[in-house]
Each structure stands twice: as structure tokens, then as C-alpha cells.
């Protein structure tokens, strides 16, 4: 069972302390949503899991071994992750980028039969394969993060973590792309875990909600045992009232400022 334990981390960008002694597990086929307002730590704590940023106290656990034992070529075909610039000025194309994603698995300078299969299972899942030969660089919002999703996808990881899916998305291309996480996460069994801003959404789409506030977990546990008034209040400063709908998940009505 794919499995991450991350035990008493800390970070510091020089004096200011992003992470403050976390502590969580996340298990294979969990859909988890990291919330918290801005500065609380949420992108800081996805680039630790994804070995970009070495935590200064604690230790990451994945699949029972230390993160930072595992080579790079290697979590690359466990974990995969969207924190990172997509290129631009470089004329590559929607096959080109995706092709990026199989170099974990590359034994020579060309990509395989096999590379091409799955970029094009890929692009299937996400209702892409029609953005193929396109420029990166031409692409809109919504279709830029669904060839993301599709990158994702095309590096077979147990592991995946996402960095604001929905940011600069219309509703329609919001929902899209959670709904293929979603998909991905229960269908193939993959532990996904994303920073949300949107509470709503964060709620019908997580099966696990992690709340930050200041480097530190406040709650951790089902949408509605954290989404909580007294929990909003408490990080984000702002009184709220919140109603149920069975279908709409939990609705974050805001009412005053504290």
C-alpha cells in the first residue's frame, strides 16, 4: 500500500517559519485537499512532499523509507507533481510536453512505442487528444490544465500532488478538472493530494481536508468534521455560516469579519 507519514516537520524561509511540527499520514486511493488562507503553509508542505524544499526539522516517510533516500529517478516513477513552470518561448508542443513525463522510465535518447501509448491514454482521459500538435503556448486556461492533469497522468505515479487545480478557471473547467482527479484517484487507486482555496469544492471532492493556519494543522479529518464554524473563525478571521446540501457539498456562507 502506497503510503506517505510526515513526522514533526518544520520549514523556515530564513526567520519566517512556514511549517510548524506537522504531522499526518495520507493513504493510496484518498482524494486530500490541503486548505488554510493564504501564508499558511499549503505550497510549502506539497514542495517537502515533492522533495523540492528540505525540511529543516522532521522526516517524510513514503512507503516506509526516508524521501530523501530515494533517488530522483526514482520517486519520479512513484510521485508526480504540478509545481513547476511550464515552458514557454521554447515552440513545444502538447506531444513534446508530455513526452517530458516519461523520462523516469527512458533507456535511450528517443521515446518508445509504449511512451506514445500511454501520452495518448493520457490525453484520453482528460478529453485532450484533439490538443496534440498544438503549441503550449497557444492554449487557453482550462485546456493548459487539463494537458497538465494529462502529464500527470502519463508518468503512471501511485502519488500525485496538485497546486491549485481550479486557479484562473471558469466554473465549468473547475469542476472538469477536480471530477478527473477524482476519477484518476479512485479508478487506478492513486493518493492525491492538492492545495484548494475553495472551500466548497475542497469539501464534495476530498475525502480528507488537512487545515493549515500558520505553518500549523488545525483540524484533519472528513470535510465536515473540519470545515467547521468555529474552525473558519479561528483561520481565516471571518465568521461564517454553513449549510448542507447533499449534492453541493457544504456551503461557506461568510458573515462579518472578526
Same mark, same amino acid.
Given at each position: 500500500?502506497?503510503?506517505?507519514?510526515?513526522?514533526?516537520?518544520?520549514?523556515?524561509? =530564513?526567520?519566517?517559519?512556514?511549517?510548524?511540527?506537522?504531522?499526518?499520514?495520507?493513504?493510496?486511493?484518498?482524494?486530500?485537499?490541503?486548505?488554510?488562507?493564504?501564508?499558511?503553509?499549503?505550497?510549502?508542505?506539497?514542495?517537502?512532499? @515533492?522533495?523540492?524544499?528540505?525540511?529543516?526539522?522532521?522526516?517524510?516517510?513514503?512507503?516506509?523509507?526516508?524521501?530523501?533516500?530515494?533517488?530522483?529517478?526514482?520517486? @519520479?516513477?512513484?510521485?508526480?507533481?504540478?509545481?513547476?513552470?511550464?515552458?514557454?518561448?521554447?515552440?513545444?508542443?502538447?506531444?513534446?510536453?508530455?513526452?517530458?513525463?516519461?523520462?523516469?522510465? #527512458?533507456?535511450?535518447?528517443?521515446?518508445?512505442? $509504449?511512451?506514445?501509448?500511454?501520452?495518448?491514454?493520457?490525453?484520453?482521459?482528460?478529453?485532450?487528444?484533439?490538443?496534440?500538435?498544438?503549441?503550449?503556448?497557444?492554449?487557453?486556461?482550462? $485546456?493548459?490544465?487539463?494537458?497538465?492533469?494529462?502529464?500527470?497522468?502519463?508518468?503512471? @505515479?501511485?502519488?500525485?500532488?496538485? =497546486?491549485?487545480p481550479t486557479v484562473h478557471l471558469d466554473l465549468k473547467y473547475q469542476l472538469e478538472?477536480? #471530477?478527473?482527479?477524482?476519477?484518476?484517484?479512485?479508478?487506478?487507486?492513486?493518493?492525491?493530494?492538492?492545495?484548494?482555496?475553495?472551500?466548497?469544492? @475542497?469539501?464534495?471532492?476530498?475525502?480528507?481536508?488537512?487545515?493549515?493556519? $500558520?505553518g500549523k494543522i488545525i483540524a484533519i479529518g472528513k470535510p465536515q468534521d473540519v470545515?467547521?464554524?468555529?474552525?473558519?473563525?479561528?483561520?481565516?478571521?471571518?465568521?461564517?455560516?454553513?449549510?448542507?446540501?447533499?449534492?453541493?457539498?457544504?456551503?461557506?456562507?461568510?458573515?462579518?469579519?472578526?
Amino acid at each position: 500500500m502506497v503510503k506517505i507519514k510526515i513526522s514533526s516537520l518544520s520549514f523556515n524561509y =530564513d526567520s519566517i517559519q512556514a511549517l510548524k511540527n506537522v504531522s499526518v499520514e495520507f493513504r493510496e486511493g484518498e482524494m486530500v485537499g490541503i486548505i488554510g488562507p493564504n501564508g499558511a503553509g499549503k505550497t510549502t508542505l506539497l514542495k517537502c512532499i @515533492a522533495k523540492l524544499l528540505k525540511p529543516h526539522k522532521g522526516v517524510i516517510y513514503l512507503n516506509g523509507r526516508e524521501l530523501w533516500s530515494i533517488s530522483n529517478k526514482e520517486l @519520479a516513477k512513484i510521485l508526480a507533481h504540478s509545481l513547476f513552470e511550464v515552458p514557454k518561448g521554447f515552440n513545444l508542443t502538447v506531444l513534446d510536453f508530455l513526452l517530458t513525463s516519461r523520462y523516469p522510465y #527512458s533507456k535511450g535518447l528517443w521515446e518508445t512505442e $509504449e511512451d506514445l501509448a500511454v501520452v495518448e491514454e493520457a490525453l484520453t482521459m482528460v478529453n485532450a487528444k484533439h490538443l496534440v500538435e498544438r503549441k503550449m503556448e497557444e492554449l487557453s486556461d482550462g $485546456e493548459l490544465q487539463r494537458i497538465i492533469m494529462a502529464k500527470l497522468i502519463a508518468h503512471q @505515479a501511485k502519488i500525485l500532488l496538485v =497546486d491549485e487545480p481550479t486557479v484562473h478557471l471558469d466554473l465549468k473547467y473547475q469542476l472538469e478538472v477536480l #471530477s478527473i482527479l477524482r476519477r484518476i484517484s479512485k479508478t487506478k487507486n492513486i493518493l492525491t493530494v492538492m492545495t484548494m482555496h475553495d472551500l466548497r469544492l @475542497a469539501s464534495i471532492f476530498s475525502d480528507k481536508l488537512v487545515l493549515l493556519h $500558520e505553518g500549523k494543522i488545525i483540524a484533519i479529518g472528513k470535510p465536515q468534521d473540519v470545515l467547521t464554524e468555529e474552525n473558519i473563525a479561528k483561520t481565516y478571521g471571518v465568521k461564517v455560516k454553513i449549510l448542507k446540501h447533499p449534492k453541493a457539498g457544504l456551503i461557506v456562507i461568510p458573515l462579518s469579519t472578526l
